[in-house]
């Protein structure tokens, strides 16, 4: 399961910090992602994090709407993701979906993601 929570309403130009806790099945190599869905468009990549268990390797992609101004991270005791996200603007605002795929590589494709949480709203005032 994925609980994502952290959404709000808040002025361009302000933060938010989203956070999606995960429970249930995992693997040793997984990676976790945010998507975002506006009204009218389709679900798109934002940002995502792998990590291993075992090696301890993390990588980390970002989409270029947001690259400069999100930050992906994540607690592996709390098996929590979080999403920082600073300078935030009018077309930020959607519906943000976490997301759990069992294996890597980081992808920005939604079908490799088997698992999806419910959204969290960001709101966005100009």
């Known amino acids: 399961q994925l609980q994502a929570s952290g959404g709000g309403l808040v002025q361009a130009g302000g933060s938010l910090r989203l956070s999606c806790a995960a429970s249930?099945?995992?693997?040793?190599?997984?990676?976790m992602g945010w998507f975002r869905q506006a009204p009218g468009k389709e679900r798109e990549f934002v940002a995502a994090i792998s990590w291993n268990v075992y090696t301890r390797y993390s990588d980390s992609r970002y989409s270029d709407s947001v690259k400069g101004r999100f930050t992906i991270s994540r607690d592996n005791a709390e098996n929590t993701m979080y999403l920082q996200m600073n300078s935030l603007k009018p077309e930020d605002a959607a519906l943000y979906y976490c997301?759990?795929?069992?294996?890597?590589?980081?992808?920005?494709?939604?079908?490799?993601?088997?698992?999806w949480g419910k959204g969290t709203q960001v709101t966005v005032s100009s």
């Open positions: 249930g099945r995992t693997s040793s190599s997984y990676v």
């Open positions: 997301a759990f795929a069992l294996s890597p590589p980081v992808s920005t494709l939604r079908h490799r993601y088997n698992y």
